[in-house]
């Protein structure tokens, strides 16, 4: 059945023939038409087959002026009967009894304009017409959109030069230059290249001071494929995102804000200035962390008053990054004094409680031990009373008294601290420093100034760890309700459920 569908056109891509001149006309095998006389005509087995056309101008006006979605929604169609027609023609050669007709003649499809293509450039026309396009259409963009990938390559291969690519080369194999190693000077600070996943973690949520000594910052340059991170949205306004640490996983690990010793905070103030100064777009941001740094550390009391400071250190350090306000000797002037006024106050209160609570440990463990010899001395007097008749004093001790001379005996005192029986916490041996364990391993709590600290420097409940939740406390939010042993706020200390009970 032959079948008139519009203006003829090949496949768009194939470089068309112009559309003001009449197409040629096919052969039958798809191969291009034969030149000659009018005798030259093909053998039998070889039909002719005429390509079919709209012979009528108007008809093929009418179909050149359809809007694009019509033109493509008619060439899908029409490819999906000649798809049919070709599956027909191929059972018919393979078997021709069975199927003795062939397929009918393939129609040509509508042509598309020079604005058609121009249309189909547009990634956002395709999509909305995906659902119209015929196979044909879509291979063509596919083509086109290769071949703009690969002339782009090619112009750009173009714009290098030699120097420019063993730079390439260099970037992408991550070529090592021994040029730019320098000779170690052990009396210098240690030198570091700061990862670029410092940079945006800093730009977007800040590092804590404690990430900048020199053990945790070799730990982040040799792990660096391995350390915990999080996708958080970049601050470039393009809308995408980027992975930066996660300092709160990160901090289990490297250890968080105050919980540096001086000359660790010492090692992390010089090497963050150093990352500061790399961040620095202009002089003054670098000389404004020089300053903040040096109005601490160059104090004479620093090192001796460094627990009563360290919290206004960062809170400057948090509020110059957050108000992006200036270093004025004045607010740190008043922020240091309020902090080592505030420090006195505590540390005085302090003392006065360690004071109390080692008469009370004391007044504690003699009433022990006097109830401990007075209940072995009175079970002691049962089995010897005066005035028993003859072998009285034998068949007590041996079978009647309730508890044996001599066995209940003084309970040792246990450390809250290393969890060692034969002293308390009060008498805690100074030079066991760090304390640790019977097991070896290092105490989780510190003694520091006579109070139980945790890892954030917070003081820890002692009433808590010997008795449980059910104490009743005074203190308010000073002090905090965890395991002096591991940290835990599940349970207390003498409950011994992290550690044993040593004899």
Not at 242 to 259: P, Q
Request: net charge neutral; with cysteine.
């Amino acid at each position: 059945m032959s079948q008139n569908t519009g203006d003829v056109a090949p496949p768009i891509g194939t470089h068309p023939p112009p559309q003001h001149q009449s197409d040629p006309p096919a052969s039958p095998t798809g191969n291009p038409p034969r030149n000659g006389t009018e005798g030259d005509i093909p053998g039998p087995d070889v039909p002719l087959r005429v390509r079919r056309t709209h012979v009528s101008e108007h008809a093929c006006n009418v179909l050149r002026k359809l809007a694009l979605p019509l033109k493509l929604s008619r060439n899908k169609k029409i490819e999906a009967e000649n798809l049919a027609r070709a599956d027909k023609t191929a059972d018919h050669e393979l078997d021709p009894v069975a199927h003795p007709d062939p397929g009918s003649p393939q129609a040509s499809v509508i042509s598309l304009t020079e604005e058609d293509e121009a249309q189909l450039r547009v990634p956002v026309i395709v999509q909305k017409l995906m659902d119209f396009m015929p196979n044909y259409v879509i291979a063509w963009l596919a083509a086109e959109d290769a071949q703009a990938k690969e002339n782009k390559r090619k112009h750009e291969e173009a714009l290098k030069d030699p120097l420019s690519a063993a730079e390439d080369k260099i970037a992408k194999r991550r070529c090592m230059q021994g040029s730019l190693l320098s000779a170690r000077d052990p009396l210098a600070p240690a030198s570091f290249s700061f990862p670029q996943i410092l940079f945006d973690t800093e730009n977007l949520v800040g590092l804590p001071l404690s990430f900048f000594t020199q053990k945790n910052l070799r730990y982040i340059i040799d792990e660096l494929a391995s350390l915990p991170t999080r996708k958080a949205n970049s601050c470039s306004g393009d809308g995408k995102s980027i992975y930066i640490l996660d300092i709160e996983k990160l901090s289990v690990k490297l250890g968080g804000e105050l919980s540096m010793d001086f000359g660790s905070y010492l090692q992390a103030a010089d090497q963050f200035y150093k990352f500061q100064l790399q961040r620095s777009a202009d002089q003054e941001w670098a000389e404004i962390w020089r300053a903040h740094f040096r109005f601490f550390d160059s104090r004479p009391e620093a090192a001796e008053l460094y627990l009563a400071w360290m919290h206004a250190e960062l809170k400057l350090r948090r509020d110059t990054r957050t108000y992006h306000q200036r270093y004025l000797v004045s607010d740190y002037e008043a922020a240091f004094n309020h902090s080592v006024a505030e420090h006195k106050q505590r540390t005085a209160a302090q003392a006065d409680s360690v004071l109390v609570y080692n008469k009370l440990s004391q007044m504690e463990e003699s009433i022990i031990s006097r109830i401990s010899k007075a209940s072995g001395s009175s079970f002691s007097g049962m089995s010897h009373r005066p005035g028993g008749p003859s072998g009285t004093s034998h068949s007590h001790q041996s079978s009647g008294s309730l508890f044996p001379n001599g066995s209940r005996s003084s309970v040792p005192p246990t450390c809250l601290l290393c969890a060692e029986t034969g002293h308390g916490l009060s008498t805690h041996p100074k030079e066991r420093t760090p304390a640790k364990f019977p097991d070896g391993k290092n105490a989780w709590a510190r003694l520091v100034d006579g109070r139980l600290v945790a890892h954030d420097n917070k003081e820890i409940c002692i009433g808590f760890n010997l008795r449980g939740a059910n104490s009743p406390c005074v203190h308010g939010a000073t002090r905090v309700h965890v395991c002096s042993f591991c940290g835990s706020k599940s349970h207390h200390a003498f409950s011994y459920t992290c550690r044993p009970r040593t004899q």
